[in-house]
């Protein structure tokens, strides 16, 4: 695809299959729908994070699964099998780092739980039924978002080679500690 001002939105409709079979990517999703579902509004991401690391990024993502055994055509890949197909519906990104505000970036604790809350683009998306609701969580996106060096650096884009570092991100989801994803539901 032509890039639109220096971006390639292939990625846009590209099926996140590949994602959800990560194991680094958490995936949850919903049973198949028995009835229409349609999400509106604003979206928030809720997460409870901790790192090994000073510096992270948290990729949300809202996809809709479409059934193993539909058998419809792909409107921009004759070769795609839409079985099965994962559709980007909305997502966004957050640097740990702007967790708090924009204008004064905070190292993480390593090891100590923080809270990443951020909104995602407004939603009007029909989930048909048979389709599921999915949510991917993750923490690298690259090539289409610059890759996190894990340490708090002033500025990540002047990351040095030895800035980079692995580290273990956890997502926070019990009782007392529960990340979630906020979205309105239009009734019936």
């Not at 028995?34 to 000073?54: H, K, Q």
């Not at 650096?153 to 926070?172: L, Q």
Request: proline letters at 8%; one cysteine or more.
């Amino acid at each position: 695809e032509k890039p639109v001002d220096g971006w390639n939105y292939e990625f846009m409709h590209a099926d996140q299959r590949f994602a959800a079979r990560r194991p680094d990517v958490l995936v949850f999703e919903s049973d198949p729908l028995e009835e229409e579902v349609t999400l509106a509004g604003p979206i928030v991401a809720d997460l409870l994070v901790s790192s090994t690391g000073t510096d992270a990024d948290f990729i949300v993502k809202l996809i809709d699964v479409f059934p193993d055994d539909y058998d419809g055509e792909s409107p921009r890949d004759e070769d795609l099998p839409m079985g099965g197909y994962q559709m980007l519906v909305r997502w966004e990104i957050m640097p740990a780092r702007f967790r708090n505000s924009f204008s004064k970036p905070e190292a993480l604790t390593p090891g100590e739980v923080a809270r990443v809350r951020f909104d995602i683009e407004d939603v009007l998306h029909v989930f048909k039924p048979g389709h599921k609701i999915m949510v991917q969580i993750c923490s690298t996106w690259f090539p289409i978002f610059s890759r996190n060096p894990q340490t708090f650096v002033e500025n990540p884009y002047k990351a040095k080679a030895e800035d980079y570092r692995k580290a273990t991100m956890r997502i926070y989801r019990s009782a007392t500690l529960a990340s979630h994803i906020e979205v309105g539901v239009l009734p019936k």
